[in-house]
């Protein structure tokens, strides 16, 4: 038990929940329990379904006790959250770790250290039919180099460099030796498909180059949407590969998984896959919720764990 | 186009990922194939609906003329259809047709529903249009009811219908980038590059450049339809003998 505890522990440090210093003066903290509390003075932001997501507000109150003075709904991880927080609309936002605008506004995520938040592991999602053994070692190969921090590398030349991220994608994989030219996937047809921001869309891409660079023939879907849109693509074949997250898919597939740490996400999620899917070795690359709070704020209350927030003021 | 580059170049600081919406131009010289691939489907997306909801609506805006009962009705439901949010019809469109999830047809089968939605009454009023003393003149040089609707009423009718066809265009356009949200490849896609590269601080040029791309289109368009009416109705052009 403990063992499993020091690994989601570590997998959990990818989750950043980030809070801000600035304007929590006119929260009001009447609401529910925990009054008295760090958190009970602050206002948490972050997309719709946090407030019932098992590892949202819930899970934040099981784990640590923690609950927030007040919940605002922004957007999932994108702009309207980071501004929210820059700007003190909220005090803490529920962002991603590989999110570049954490380091950008010197946002401090929280660690996770009762793993709240599960894994999220990179890995290609890819219909059965298509994963020939060439298919399999091209990806399984990417999935080998990609890190935590080397994908946060990437993600600021694309979202503060503003550079395209099929560029973007193709000099990480030459700089990984990945982008000679071979035949491992010559013949196979595929269509890569990508979520809606800007992460998933790079990783499609570099899906797609290196496949392209060992003969596949492949066709561009990016921006689909969300997983309410593209998992029944990836069912009825519009789809043939995406880059996904472990953590979310199981939690998509199967609501009621309870597996936090990396291995046992992955166990998990092979039970709850639609028939014609599998996914693939995953990487050691995690684009997790965490909860963020601005440089201030973790200094005015002492905050460097998400338990900190349980403290009575 | 040199020039014109370099005018809005100078409007703008040297860096190339600039967030200035000037930087519009420079962002479509940079992704040129790209951005006129989406621009070709915008095109084909906002222009086929029309005509289909045209051919669909001829005929139930003729039944509504021709049967004044049916005109309040008809014109009340097709109009409801306008009031669906487009982005729920994208979505239900699949499911309802059973067209696999991400087929590029839902976008132009949806659009066809708010184009007929529009065009419906307009064909109706504009049969409505043509003064009972042409009418008459056509049966009485002995013009059968088919012949009379082709060769008379329509082509009279013509104004108004354009005047209709103009908004149905025009929305279209607008409506089509909204389909870019759920990764339809066309010029909506550029405002969510907009929305997803705005952290952390506002990125204009993709959102500026689908803005002006799409008033561009709008405009063109517009002015197609305006040319084809002309040349459609020679007589309103004719000078009164003096």
Not at chain 1, 274 to 283: D, E, F, G, R, Y
Request: proline share 6%; aromatic share 6%; net charge positive.
């Amino acid at each position: 038990m403990k063992h499993k505890i020091l690994i989601a522990g570590a997998a959990a440090t990818a989750l950043a929940l980030t809070l801000s210093a600035c304007g929590s003066s006119s929260s009001d903290s009447s609401s529910g329990g925990g009054s008295g509390t760090v958190a009970s003075k602050l206002i948490l932001g972050g997309p719709p379904e946090f407030k019932k997501r098992a590892d949202g507000i819930p899970g934040l109150a099981k784990h640590y006790g923690v609950s927030f003075g007040k919940y605002t709904v922004t957007d999932t991880g994108g702009p309207v959250t980071v501004n929210a927080l820059k700007n003190g609309q909220v005090d803490a936002a529920d962002l991603f770790t590989t999110d570049p605008s954490i380091e950008a506004n010197h946002f401090v995520i929280l660690t996770d250290p009762k793993a709240n938040f599960a894994a999220q592991n990179v890995l290609p999602i890819i219909s059965k039919a298509k994963a020939t053994d060439g298919v399999k070692t091209t990806l399984n190969a990417i999935s080998a180099k990609l890190d935590t921090a080397g994908l946060g590398a990437l993600m600021v030349k694309v979202v503060t460099q503003k550079q395209d991220p099929d560029a973007v994608a193709k000099a990480w994989l030459s700089d990984q030796g990945l982008s000679t030219a071979g035949t491992a996937a010559s013949g196979v047809k595929l269509t890569v498909g990508s979520a809606n921001f800007p992460e998933n869309v790079l990783l499609a891409q570099i899906y797609a180059e290196a496949l392209k660079a060992q003969g596949a023939k492949i066709s561009l879907k990016l921006n689909i949407g969300s997983r309410e849109k593209y998992v029944p693509a990836l069912k009825d074949g519009s789809v043939d590969l995406m880059p996904e997250y472990n953590g979310s898919i199981l939690q998509y597939l199967d609501p009621n998984a309870t597996a936090t740490a990396p291995d046992e996400v992955f166990t998990a999620l092979q039970k709850v896959l639609p028939k014609n899917l599998i996914v693939l070795t995953q990487s050691a690359a995690q684009d997790s919720d965490a909860i963020v709070v601005t440089k201030a704020t973790a200094a005015k209350y002492g905050l460097t764990s998400i338990a900190d927030l349980a403290k009575k003021q | 186009m040199s020039l014109l580059h370099a005018v809005f170049a100078t409007a703008d600081s040297p860096s190339s990922a600039s967030s200035s919406p000037w930087h519009f131009f420079g962002y479509f010289l940079d992704h040129r194939s790209q951005d006129l691939s989406w621009l070709w489907t915008h095109t084909w997306l906002s222009v086929v609906p029309v005509i289909v909801g045209l051919l669909i609506a001829l005929p139930l805006g003729w039944l509504s003329r021709r049967y004044g009962w049916l005109y309040p009705p008809m014109v009340s439901i097709t109009g409801l259809l306008y009031t669906i949010p487009s982005i729920a019809l994208f979505v239900l469109v699949p499911p309802l047709l059973g067209l696999s999830s991400l087929d590029p047809l839902q976008v132009p089968i949806a659009l066809t529903v708010y184009s007929v939605a529009l065009l419906v009454r307009v064909v109706a009023d504009g049969l409505a249009s043509v003064p009972e003393e042409v009418n008459q003149a056509a049966t009485a040089i002995g013009y059968g009811r088919a012949r009379r609707l082709f060769a008379v009423e329509l082509p009279v009718a013509v104004p108004v219908i354009a005047a209709g066809l103009r908004v149905a265009t025009v929305s279209n356009v607008s409506m089509v980038a909204i389909a870019g949200t759920i990764g339809m490849s066309n010029l909506g896609q550029l405002f969510q590059i907009g929305k997803d590269l705005s952290t952390p601080t506002a990125y204009y040029p993709p959102i500026v450049l689908g803005i002006v791309l799409c008033v561009l289109l709008a405009l063109v368009l517009d002015a197609l339809i305006i040319l084809a009416t002309r040349l459609m109705t020679p007589w309103r052009r004719a000078v009164p003998a003096k």
